[in-house]
């Protein structure tokens, strides 16, 4: 049976025929390209062992393409009414699971419950299931979804979501640029970045104000090995970015306050052979990277003396 095309016009009717209209403060602007559906459905090259998240079920369009790729999908929707529409149109799929509210527990940690199913349904599939972050993420969540995700058990093989194009641009940004930040060396620490295609607010129903991204994250194991502490790397990497353009001497001596004193932060970048002149912001992932586990260390031989 062919699918109706998801123009802004079918989905008005759609909704109000629900007695639904979109809701600003979850960020709901629905995709009615379906072949841009199809693009984010393709592009996570999706297999019939693979465990897929989807955040933002909306009325299931995704979902549908998810359901038909991989062996199990798991999706959430924070919208009460928006859940029930979803439900009456994907209920009748054996490998779709439903949730009803916020992914996000508080702003730095995620629905227990959610992370809970996905385990479950991965140890359903056996040791070769993969799990995989497919979605048209809501704006104001996107950030803290995919980073907290990555600090997960399991984290996810493969992200392909949509974003605010800010904020792709962000993620795939280099040492010295504007947009270059903790968020970029975050995930390139972990993963390869990439962003599959830029979109126009005219692809989506509301409109946005700002462009939008489809992204690709492909996790990289043995680059998560070498990160000895992954809490302690993701929280000084955000406080080495607090004040990006400062001098890094001063960024280290204020985030370490307390843990570090001046004298040991000299000696941690006296042997990196840092200048007194360089700045967060101009340094490489890597050096990044050997930075945060040298303070590491220098914690640790710090404790150890007090003992």
Known sequence: MNQPRQTASYLSKRLAAAGLQPVSRYGQNFL??????????????????????EIGTGVGSLTS??????????????????HRLAKEELGWRPNVRLLQGDALHN????????????RDAMSRIGENARFLLVANLPYNVATPIISNLMLETPSPDVVVA???????????????????????????S????????????????????????IIRLDAQPEWRANIPDLRYFH??????????RKFLRSVVVSGMKGRLDKRQVDEVLGSLG?????????????????????LRQAEIKAKSEKE
Not at 274 to 294: G, N
């Open 32 to 53: 009615i390209d379906l072949n841009l559906v199809d693009l984010i459905a393709n592009s996570a090259e999706m297999r019939k062992d693979d465990v897929v998240l």
């Open 65 to 82: 393409r998810l359901s038909d790729a991989a062996g199990a999908v798991l999706t959430i929707e924070i919208d009460e009414n928006l």
């Open 107 to 118: 702003k730095n940690t995620l629905r227990p419950d959610m992370m809970e199913q996905i």
């Open 162 to 188: 949509t974003i605010q194009k800010e904020v792709g641009d962000r993620i795939v940004a280099e040492p010295g640029s504007k947009d270059y930040g903790a968020l970029s060396v975050w995930l390139q």
């Open 190 to 213: 972990l993963c390869k970045c990439s962003i599959v295609r830029v979109l126009s607010p005219k692809v989506f129903w509301p409109r946005p104000n700002v462009d939008s991204a």
């Open 235 to 244: 929280e000084t990497v955000r406080t080495l970015f607090f004040h990006r």
């Open 274 to 294: 840092y200048s007194e002149t360089a700045r967060t912001e101009e340094l490489p992932v890597a050096e990044i990277q050997r930075l945060v586990e040298a």
